[in-house]
């Protein structure tokens, strides 16, 4: 098949893909609203793109293969798991949901479109609990099923651009925009809303689990108390400040019952001891 006709392919496809977006909404969507040209085929297609990049440049990305840390992967799916069986993702089984571990001190972790979940092991050892851990990726996975990374990208680049783009005979357009939007996709800031959104499946995810849900608020919290909070990493935006995303988390949590529920804060302490050093 030519570029061109490939390319014509791509468009009709995504085209098609507009009529069945806001039938297949997740409840994630329906709240924070927004247009997403992009199809979720297309979501996992960045992703996949996105994945290959990083597992290509181990200068900017230390990617750990599960040999060196078979423990820490093992934790990092297991909470996966324990997020994924909430039945809160309406795409839990249309993405990969694939957890991968950078070695390097930074305070990060994200989760491209498609379920490819990437923690660094200086936020791992920065986190004291499990249920911080587990909150931070229910934050980032909420992101995903959300699809906030593509429906940033269509309001970035615009709705009328890309159907320009689509509609025009130069195939290599689009190829460029999508190899674009691949190496973008961890430097996305996320909007206010979205950002708050992520904050509040998070919060659902893991109120259907064993975990505080006010773990999702932990890592704030920390933040805060060691006066570090113009710090804090692009994973988790500074929209809305520290403290108002504590109070929003906790507002959230006040309507639960989080009776029987915990932080796993000895366990996580002994599990980073021997496994984190």
Known sequence: M???????????????GLGIFFAGQSSCDKKSGGFNLFTIAQDKEFGARLAAQIESDP?????????????VYQKLEL???????????????????EVRVLDAPTLNAFCAPGGYIYFYTGLLKYLDTEAEVAGVMGHEMAHADCR?????????????????????DN???????AAQMASELTRLKFSRDDESEADRCAVSYLQETQYKPTGVAGFFEKLQSEKKGATVPEFLSTHPSDK??????????????????????????????????
């Open 2 to 16: 030519s570029c061109k006709r490939a390319g014509r392919l791509f468009v009709v496809l995504l085209l098609a």
């Open 59 to 71: 200068g900017t990305y230390p990617l750990v293969k599960r040999e060196s840390m078979p423990e």
């Open 79 to 97: 909470i996966r798991d324990k997020i994924l069986s909430s039945g809160k993702l309406r795409l839990r089984n249309e993405f990969a949901w």
């Open 148 to 168: 906030h990374s593509t429906k940033q990208m269509t309001k970035s680049y615009g709705i009328s651009t890309l159907l320009a783009v689509m509609v025009g």
């Open 171 to 177: 195939a290599n357009d689009m190829t460029k925009i």
């Open 244 to 277: 108002t995303r504590i109070e929003a988390i906790y507002a959230e949590c006040a309507k639960l019952d989080m009776s029987g529920k915990r932080d796993f804060e000895e366990e996580y302490k002994e599990f980073k001891e021997k496994y984190l050093k």
